[in-house]
T-cell receptor, first 117, second 117 residues
């Protein structure tokens, strides 16, 4: 196990539903990430939280709303999604480092397979 | 700018024969480089990581990769393929962390490795 858990593992929802994805890390990290993995495309970084502050939002539609209540938990709230949002959503965590001092490894959860009907 | 090119979308080898998965990168900084593996319906698992120490990096499960700055390459190799190696492999480049302490990863499109009995 990687120390990063995600629930649920599978989710099917209609376009009018509201649901949330949950990620929890047990590694003592203080940076957390949401990625979207679609078929035939590179992983897309969606959101980054470092020290519980959102530091990255790569032009993600507002129908995706992240929440990071503490350094161990990360949520992705979903509402009025589109069929093209169907994908594997991966959560990752790492240790936030001082700028210029190098980079730390990101550890990934197993993902949530989302299907939007 | 950072980018990663995985030269083969699919590689097929016979069990017991060598594995070579190719990766070229582009980075404006001295990057860190990673290889991750993803088995079906699983999250990404770190295989190995290069961070400007030894250019030949050994990872888990008998994999290794060599950083060649002159060729901007970071190819993944294994002397003898095992059936359990069948998976998707991702080459990843990461520049130095930004001022927030979080590090952004740039993923290749992946190489699917098939191992033939």
């Amino acid at each position: 196990e990687t120390g990063v858990t995600q629930t649920p593992r599978h989710l099917v929802m209609g376009m009018t539903n509201k649901k949330s994805l949950k990620c929890e890390q047990h590694l003592g990290h203080n940076a957390m990430y949401w990625y979207k993995q679609s078929a035939k495309k590179p992983l897309e970084l969606m959101f980054v939280y470092s020290l519980e502050e959102r530091v990255e939002n790569n032009s993600v539609p507002s129908r995706f709303s992240p929440e990071c209540p503490n350094s161990s938990h990360l949520f992705l709230h979903l509402h009025t999604l589109q069929p093209e949002d169907s994908a594997l959503y991966l959560c990752a965590s790492s240790q936030a480092l001082i700028r210029g001092r190098g980079t730390d490894t990101q550890y990934f959860g197993p993902g949530t397979r989302l299907t939007v009907l | 700018a950072q980018s990663v090119t995985q030269l083969d979308s699919h590689v097929s080898v016979s069990e017991g024969t060598p594995v070579l998965l190719r990766c070229n990168y582009s980075s404006s900084y001295s990057p860190s480089l990673f290889w991750y593996v993803q088995h079906p319906n699983k999250g990404l698992q770190l295989l190995l990581k290069y961070t400007s120490a030894a250019t030949l990096v050994k990872g888990i499960n008998g994999f290794e990769a060599e950083f060649k700055k002159s060729e901007t390459s970071f190819h993944l190799t294994k002397p003898s393929a095992h059936m359990s190696d069948a998976a998707e492999y991702f080459c990843v480049v990461s520049p130095m962390v930004d001022q927030t302490g979080a590090n952004n990863l740039f993923f290749g499109t992946g190489t699917r490795l098939t191992v033939i009995p």
